[in-house]
């Protein structure tokens, strides 16, 4: 690959789902400066938006320390770098050995993505089925299962919201001016906002920037969602404001549903969750007689009290105002990979809960909150050993020093990076890779609706001379294991070179006769179809099997898009423009009827009642709303996101422009009654952890409610002396605690931890 410096290249913001589609031109002294940043008005989705993070990614790209040689730990705790043969020779050797000991289910794998890498992740599987590893975790174990297992039981698919046409915006515990989620966030915010026939409703506890332009704004007490859910539900039942015309014909249980919310009291549910009944009983009025509704929830709600029961309760109001499958309601997406794929309750052979603590797998994933619980003990099941690849769970996982003790009980921790992250420090050996704009890659997060976009981005810049790219690592660690025969691959490398029709026919039959190279698909397609891919797009070839998919399971959209072809031509037309396109091609263009046949479960129904939450529902009634003490009489919200902060692959502090060390946000009453002045520093306290932190006083936040910034106590060398580390910022998972997390999920209870400030200002 040759770069000229001072050209542009087509490629992709990587520090949200949206993955809006930039431009970046290449200069300083090196030529691999980010010298300028900008949206790329060709790409299919975004069109040219970006907000202002995507502009600071030479931060992420050139602001860090990269590793750039394989690394194993001394026995005195200190690293030495070696080649990569021994690197995976060794790896190989030690996982092998720890499989044998005690069972490929002894290893567990973490991470394998982000917001942008998620196709040299998808290589891990191949490695997993060698080892006979089945536990599996990541980031969206510590967000999304609840909502996935919510989708899973109501819906049986994955949805999202046509904010763009709606004529009511709900937001539930988001703030899409920050976090975004939604394509072109904050054009499309501001043009709701203006324009007089549509609303916006917002639940948050804080006067977000969004909420800021709300019509409604339900101002819950932090950790009391559910109570003003439950509320709107009931509303929606004791008014009569359901569309019985659409339910009758689309869903079951709505004579339950009636039953649960029909003696609800309202008042009392308002009064709990500190909002104003008439506020609630508005809001909700507003949404019943709205032509369209579409919602999202997020972190707010989905890492807080009652999670899973948040997610159900928000769905229910939608779903009893008939805003499935209307144009600016809630629309099921066509994919190209399943990430986000709904819990549904399928016979098969992978387990159903974890084999320690015996917690609910979701949508294939272990809550990653239990991972320590897992480790820490002497049940003979326990995970002994962990292989973690772009992720860091030693910062991004609830209470960070049981983690740390977690991790160092392994008999062997691998870690696959860019850079030496926190966890890293701890693992017995780290194997480099690339960046994410020096290697081909792509994110699966493809949830647009009518039009819905695949991105493979080239690389921008040349790799430095050492790492390895993610694909290429687990082949040879798959080859280093034995699980390939290399005579299998020869004739099947043959018919790639011949074309691909006859790849795929050799393919087909291939892993039709031998179950083993079907099971390691992806390293097949990388050693056979990969080397045949243009310009050096050799990770590219899992996507093939993926357009493949698509094309067959969409037909109706991907031929709405222009594609043409009978049988295997199809999906090959797919894949051609994947890789013919640097900014993105619409693979998918779907009609609002789809949705109907992609929603329902086997007898074509929504099914509102998700028995396993009833429970739960039930109590809200008899529990408290608050759950403090005077020990911990304020609601830590540990994770904000602001305007410079971003999730912790920018390990660059010199990024943040405003707020560097990411101050502890007060209510000024709640800073006066604690002694405190703006700009000073406290010690916050919380069950788990104590540490100095930096006050700014904030009316955005409520009374008794205080919150720290995602992104920040990594520990990064110092600019004096690089063998030395600093702590930025504070690391808010220092002071959660893993047991506090959702019963059914496992989710963490990060927007809701119990906490105290003590001033250090002199009397």
Not at 344 to 359: I, L, T
Not at 493 to 499: D, K, L, T
Not at 622 to 638: I, K, N, W, Y
Not at 719 to 732: I, K, M
């Amino acid at each position: 690959m040759t770069v000229e410096p001072g050209s542009w290249q087509q490629t992709a913001c990587i520090l949200c789902e949206c993955n809006c589609g930039i431009e970046v031109r290449l200069g300083g002294d090196t030529g691999r400066r980010f010298e300028r940043i900008r949206g790329d008005k060709a790409h299919p989705a975004s069109r040219g938006y970006t907000c202002e993070k995507a502009l600071r990614l030479d931060h992420y790209q050139n602001g860090s320390p990269r590793l750039t040689s394989p690394l194993r730990r001394r026995p005195d705790g200190t690293f030495e770098e070696i080649d990569w043969d021994t690197a995976i020779r060794e790896v190989a050797q030690r996982f092998a050995a720890v499989r044998n000991a005690y069972g490929g289910p002894s290893i567990v794998y973490y991470g394998g993505g982000g917001q942008g890498n998620h196709l040299g992740g998808s290589y891990s599987g191949a490695t997993l089925r060698a080892l006979g590893a089945v536990y599996k975790s990541s980031a969206l174990a510590q967000e999304k299962t609840g909502e996935f297992f919510v989708n899973g039981r109501m819906l049986g698919a994955m949805v999202r919201g046509d904010f763009e046409h709606t004529e009511v915006a709900v937001f539930v515990g988001k703030n899409p001016w920050q976090s975004h989620g939604l394509p072109h966030a904050r054009t499309v915010l501001k043009e709701i906002a203006n324009d007089p026939a549509r609303s916006m409703v917002v639940l948050d506890p804080r006067r977000t920037e969004t909420a800021e332009l709300a019509d409604y704004h339900l101002q819950v007490r932090p950790g009391t969602d559910a109570f003003c859910l439950a509320a709107m539900v009931a509303v929606l039942i004791q008014e009569e404001l359901i569309d019985r015309t659409w339910l009758d014909a689309n869903a079951d249980g709505v004579d339950r549903i009636e039953a649960m919310f029909g003696g609800l009291d309202v008042a009392d549910h308002a009064r709990r969750c500190g909002v104003e009944e008439d506020l609630i009983r508005a809001a909700t009025r507003r949404i019943a007689e709205a032509s369209s509704v579409a919602f999202a929830e997020d972190l707010g709600v989905q890492m807080n009290v009652h999670s899973t029961l948040n997610s159900w309760l928000e769905k229910l109001v939608w779903v009893l105002t008939g805003n499935l499958g209307v144009e600016g309601g809630m629309y099921a997406p066509t994919n190209l990979v399943a990430i986000a794929r709904p819990d549904r309750q399928v016979p098969g052979p992978s387990p159903r809960v974890s084999p320690v603590v015996g917690a609910r797998i979701i949508s294939g994933l272990i809550p990653c909150n239990v991972l320590a619980d897992e480790i820490l003990t002497d049940h003979p099941a326990r995970y002994r050993a962990l292989l973690v690849e772009s992720g860091n769970p030693m910062h991004s996982l609830a209470d960070t020093h049981r983690m740390r003790e977690a991790l160092e009980a392994l008999e062997l921790v691998v870690v696959i990076d860019v850079a030496m992250t926190e966890t890293a420090r701890l693992a017995d050996y780290v194997l480099p890779a690339p960046s994410q704009y020096e290697k081909w890659e792509a994110t699966f997060f493809n949830f647009e609706f009518p039009a819905n976009v695949f991105h493979l981005r080239r690389p921008v810049v040349e790799a430095p001379e050492g790492p390895l790219p993610e694909p290429e690592i687990h082949a040879r660690l798959v080859e280093a294991l034995g699980a390939i025969d290399p005579a299998d691959l020869a004739p099947l490398r043959a018919a790639a070179e011949q074309g691909r029709a006859q790849f795929a026919e050799a393919f087909f039959a291939a892993t039709a006769a031998n179950p083993v190279l079907g099971a390691l698909a992806p390293i097949v397609l990388y050693r056979t179809l990969g080397p045949t891919l243009p310009d050096g797009a050799a990770a590219a070839a899992i996507l093939w099997g993926a357009a493949h998919r698509c094309a067959l399971g969409f037909e109706s959209s991907v031929r709405r898009a222009g594609f043409t072809g009978e049988g295997l031509e199809l999906g090959e037309a797919v894949f051609d423009a994947i890789l013919a396109s640097p900014s993105g091609v619409t693979f998918a263009l779907d009609e609002w009827a789809d949705v109907a046949r992609r929603t329902g479960h086997d007898d074509g129904l929504v099914h509102l009642v998700v028995e396993e939450l009833v429970e739960e529902l039930a109590s809200l009634a008899h529990v408290d709303p608050t759950g403090l003490s005077d020990e911990f009489p304020l609601v830590l919200s540990a994770g904000e996101r602001r305007a410079f902060t971003a999730n912790t692959i920018i390990r660059d502090s010199t990024w943040r422009k405003r707020d560097g060390g990411g101050a502890l946000r007060v209510h000024p009453v709640d800073a006066v009654r604690c002694g405190l002045t703006d700009g000073g520093l406290a010690r916050l306290v919380t069950s788990r952890h104590a540490a100095v932190v930096t006050v700014e006083f904030s009316d955005v936040m409520q009374s008794g409610h205080i919150s720290l910034p995602n992104g920040m106590g990594l520990d990064v060398p110092s600019a004096e002396d690089e063998s030395r580390l600093v702590r930025v910022g504070a690391a808010p998972n220092e002071f959660t605690d893993n047991t506090r997390r959702d019963p059914l999920a496992g989710t963490p209870w990060h927007k809701f931890v119990p906490a105290r400030i003590e001033s250090l200002d002199p009397v």
